[in-house]
């Protein structure tokens, strides 16, 4: 079995502070990882994702993630938020099940972004 | 490339009644599915399909059929709608079904069942 935590529902940061979305799994496989982002009224968009390559892990406008084993987290930093980063933000954690390969979703993140 | 569409983009309906939600993608991509989304819920999978003549369902898949004719097009069917089913719905797209892979999503369709 499998599943995600996005430890906070919301988060607000002042623009050019630093970023930080908690993200913890749990997974009976070696997962695969990712956070992807969704702007107001848009689809999801992959930020980044982690395969078991390397550990810290660089994404699209800044973005970056850290997997770490030992406390089944994939956090989900950047050191300046800029005010296009305001969006919901999600962790989903994969790994293989009885009907291949199942996708599970953490409830999200709304990134609040103030001037 | 137009990636990932869907139609409608809203849709209001009444209990009981039918519709189909289109998904079409022009990648050529093996494995497609649709999610709803719902207010503090996350995303949750409805259908998924590994090919074309191949279906197979999520975790939610009640009320809902899914066919998969061609690579391209992706429908899901509403049988007969209930409130519980006001959600937006959106389809994705991937290379292949090891998830590995990324997901490219559509730009969803928001129903609302009266």
């Known amino acids: 079995a499998q599943s995600v935590t996005q430890l906070d529902s919301h988060v607000s940061v002042s623009e050019g502070t630093p970023v930080l979305l908690r993200c913890n799994y749990s997974s009976s496989y070696s997962p695969s990882l990712f956070w992807y982002v969704q702007h107001p009224n848009k689809g999801l968009q992959l930020l980044l994702k982690?395969?078991?390559?390397?550990?810290l892990v660089k994404g699209i406008n800044g973005f970056e993630a850290e997997f770490k084993k030992s406390e089944t987290s994939f956090h989900l930093t950047k050191p300046s938020a800029h005010m296009s980063d305001a969006a919901e933000y999600f962790c989903?954690?994969?790994?293989?099940?009885?009907?291949?390969?199942?996708?599970?979703f953490g409830k999200g993140t709304s990134l609040l972004v103030t001037p | 490339n137009a990636g990932v569409t869907q139609t409608p983009k809203f849709q209001v309906l009444k209990t009981g009644q039918s519709m189909t939600l289109q998904c079409a993608q022009d990648?050529?991509?093996?494995?497609m599915s649709w999610y709803r989304q719902d207010p503090g819920m996350g995303l949750r999978l409805i259908h998924y399909s590994v090919g074309a003549g191949i279906t197979d369902q999520g975790e939610v898949p009640n009320g809902y059929n899914v066919s998969r004719s061609t690579t391209e097009d992706f429908p899901l069917r509403l049988l007969s709608a209930a409130p519980s089913q006001t959600s937006v719905y959106f389809c994705?797209?991937?290379?292949?079904?090891?998830?590995?892979?990324?997901?490219?999503f559509g730009p969803g369709t928001r129903l609302t069942v009266t």
């Open positions: 989903v954690v994969s790994a293989p099940s009885n009907s291949g390969y199942a996708l599970n």
């Open positions: 982690y395969t078991s390559a390397a550990t």
């Open positions: 994705a797209s991937s290379r292949h079904r090891d998830p590995s892979y990324e997901q490219y």
């Open positions: 990648m050529n991509h093996e494995y």
